[in-house]
């Protein structure tokens, strides 16, 4: 198993996109952050510090969930506790997201976007459950590299036991999203929801109508109308439910 985790982390060093100097996390309202990002399920989280891989502000809950003391716990329980046989896809996902974020995004961007996939990982009771990670980088150093990262871990078992082997980038602050992105170098077909078809699918997941959608958000039913279909096409779902379903496993809402 050390030979597949060396692995891993070797997909950050080789990347060259760690920070080579210490950088300083902003003051954030946790309470906050976290509610705005979080999908239905057990979850917990933790900041990683890319120049020295050291872990800060790791949530109580990291207990009930894997068994670790949020005090003691390392980068390395972490990692060990992925399945053996999803060590390989988690390399690719993170090789990618790098790749992505750098030559799609740009490292002026990187700060506005949140990085999504899924692997299975042990649990307190010694079984593998499904988890959903996300990641935010808080931080970059001066040339544009990884400093520090919000990742949140959610429980997704009892949404689904299959991993789609796909990572999601979700723009935040009006960024656009690229969704379903395979793990191939060239990325093979993603989709792109914008700013306003986002809003629109979180309207959805909160059970609005068209036309209370139409008036939060200041626009014609018609246009709502019109969104929503482009999203429909989009997704691939046939009904608002399959929908919300696959934009929570995504991390888009």
């Known amino acids: 198993m050390s030979n597949e985790i060396n692995k891993l982390k070797n997909v950050w060093d080789e990347g060259k996109k760690t920070a080579i100097q210490n950088t300083i996390l902003p003051k954030l309202d946790f309470e906050e952050l976290i509610s705005s990002i979080i999908s239905v399920g057990p979850f917990y989280y933790y900041i990683i510090d890319f120049f020295d891989m ?17 005090d003691t716990v390392t980068f390395d329980d972490i990692l060990r506790s992925i399945h053996p046989d999803d060590i390989e896809f988690v390399s690719q996902a993170e090789a ?9 995004i740009g490292k002026e961007n990187i700060l506005n ?9 042990r649990m307190k009771n010694g079984n593998y459950e499904l988890l959903n990670h996300q990641a935010i980088i808080l931080t970059v150093d001066e040339s544009g590299r990884f ?16 991993n789609s082997n796909q ?9 656009p999203s690229y969704m379903n992105i395979d793990i191939v170098p060239n990325f093979g077909h993603y989709i792109t929801y914008t700013k306003r078809e986002i809003e629109i699918i979180k309207c959805i997941s909160e059970g609005y109508s068209n036309k209370k959608i139409a008036e939060k958000l200041h ?30 496993l995504q991390g888009l809402i």
């Open 113 to 121: 976007y949140k990085t999504n996939f899924s692997f299975r990982s």
């Open 54 to 70: 050291s872990l800060s502000n790791v949530s109580p809950s990291i207990y009930d969930i894997h068994g670790f003391d949020p």
């Open 219 to 248: 626009i014609s039913e018609g246009t709502v109308k019109k969104h929503r279909n482009n999203i429909s096409k989009k997704s691939g779902c046939k009904n608002s439910v399959e929908l919300i379903k696959k934009s929570i």
């Open 96 to 104: 990618a997201n790098i790749d992505f974020l750098y030559k799609n």
């Open 147 to 162: 400093g520090k990262s919000l990742n949140i871990h959610t429980c997704i078992d009892h949404l689904t036991k299959i």
């Open 167 to 175: 990572i999601s980038l979700i723009g935040l602050n009006g960024f």
